[in-house]
Nanobody, 122 residues
Framework: DVQLQASGGGLVQAGGSLRLSCTAS????????VGWFRQAPGREREGVSCISISDGTTINRDPVKGRFTISIDNAKNVVFLQMSSLKPVDTAVYYC???????????????WGQGTQVTVSS
């Protein structure tokens, strides 16, 4: 089965850090892009960061620029999201998904795995 699994969420105080992992199974991430997304209660799912595996290009959306870093461990087929200086507004369920490139449209991504909850307390 082709799957992506997000993990690494938890409860952290404002100003703290967490590292999320997105593990791919059943396929390799070569020639794909992997995006991280989040959905807070009552809000639409939004893009956070994306990495193009073929050339390493990364995109971070404005709310997380300078605080979140996306990277990949090719050998392990895992994409990481290092989150620092966390704020209560970062509280959400975080998901990863794969696309052909770092499109800004959610519909261009697939293989949405189960998300991981990130809760930032004030």
């Amino acid at each position: 089965d082709v799957q992506l699994q997000a993990s690494g969420g938890g409860l952290v105080q404002a100003g703290g850090s967490l590292r999320l992992s997105c593990t791919a199974s059943g396929f390799t991430l070569d020639d794909h892009a992997v995006g991280w997304f989040r959905q807070a209660p009552g809000r639409e799912r939004e893009g956070v960061s994306c990495i193009s595996i073929s050339d390493g290009t990364t995109i971070n959306r404005d709310p997380v620029k300078g605080r979140f870093t996306i990277s990949i461990d090719n050998a392990k087929n895992v994409v990481f999201l290092q989150m620092s200086s966390l704020k209560p507004v970062d509280t959400a369920v975080y998901y990863c998904a794969v696309g052909s490139d770092c499109s800004g449209r959610l519909r261009d991504y697939s293989n949405w795995g189960q998300g991981t909850q990130v809760t930032v307390s004030s």
